[in-house]
């Protein structure tokens, strides 16, 4: 079997995509064994170090799992990946697209931000109340230009889910924010109508300052939810 052209640097990271490549897209189902180290070292013409090393991280991602008995076998992953996982399936050539990621990912982004508003209004203190005031006036004057109001959006939305107290939802806004799950690629012109409307920032601010929780969580979910798009937005890539 003449080797696969795997580049030299990094090499476990190139086997462990290709690996997590095929049991994404069902080269490789659930269920299956992994193929053995000695034919995968023979295959990409690599050390088995590296492929260990592959091997542990698919691991790690709750990709496989190796059996009482010595075997590993493919799990099925939509049962058992967490998020983590989408810090690279976007570019994987199999499993879903990096338009479906960015629409899921937008959809996610409504039902945290809804509740961390929700949240916040219960349980933030009177300073950080004050806070995300004085941030909703900042998101005011910014603009129009949409990058720069993407970066106050973001900035003043920290300040929410901090305030929530929900650890989990603060290491998912992290996640979306910072591009381990790609809406933070979705494009500017998708999010235009709710980074436009400086009102409804204001007014959302202003609802958790007064401590109304469901009306501050209903129009958290209208604005947010107008970022995502009906269909996977050919747009991104």
């Given amino acids: 079997m003449t080797p696969l052209p795997v580049r030299r640097e990094a090499v476990s990271d190139q086997l462990y995509a290709v690996l997590r490549d095929r049991i994404l897209g069902g080269t490789l189902p659930p269920g299956a064994p992994l193929t053995a180290e000695r034919d995968l ?13 592959a091997v542990k991280r ?4 709750r990709l496989i799992e190796v059996s009482h008995g010595g075997r590993t076998l493919v799990l099925d992953w939509r049962r058992t990946a967490g998020l983590d ?3 690279g399936i976007a570019g994987a050539d199999s499993g879903p697209s990096i338009a479906e990621l960015t629409r899921d990912a937008l ?5 945290v ?11 933030c203190s009177d300073h950080a109340a004050s806070r995300i005031m004085e941030s909703a006036g900042r998101y005011a004057v910014r603009g129009p230009d949409l990058t720069e109001l993407g970066e106050a959006d973001v900035a003043w939305w920290r ?5 929530s107290g929900n650890i989990a939802y603060l290491l998912a ?10 809406v933070a690629q979705a494009p500017d012109a998708l999010r235009a109508d709710e980074l436009l409307d400086v009102e409804a920032h204001l007014r959302l601010g202003t609802l958790i300052a007064a401590r109304e929780a469901d009306a501050a969580e ?10 995502v798009p009906t269909t996977a937005p050919e747009a991104v890539n």
């Fill in 218 to 227: 209903r129009l958290a979910r209208e604005l947010l939810s107008r970022s």
């Fill in 113 to 123: 931000g809804a509740d961390a508003a929700r949240l916040c209004a219960l349980r």
């Fill in 107 to 111: 959809e996610m982004r409504v039902c």
């Fill in 159 to 163: 300040l929410i889910v901090e305030g």
């Fill in 41 to 53: 070292a023979a295959e990409f013409g690599v050390n088995r170090h590296a492929v260990r090393e």
């Fill in 85 to 87: 996982l989408a810090i």
């Fill in 58 to 61: 698919l691991q790690q991602a």
């Fill in 173 to 182: 806004f992290n996640s979306l924010v910072t591009g381990a799950v790609p």
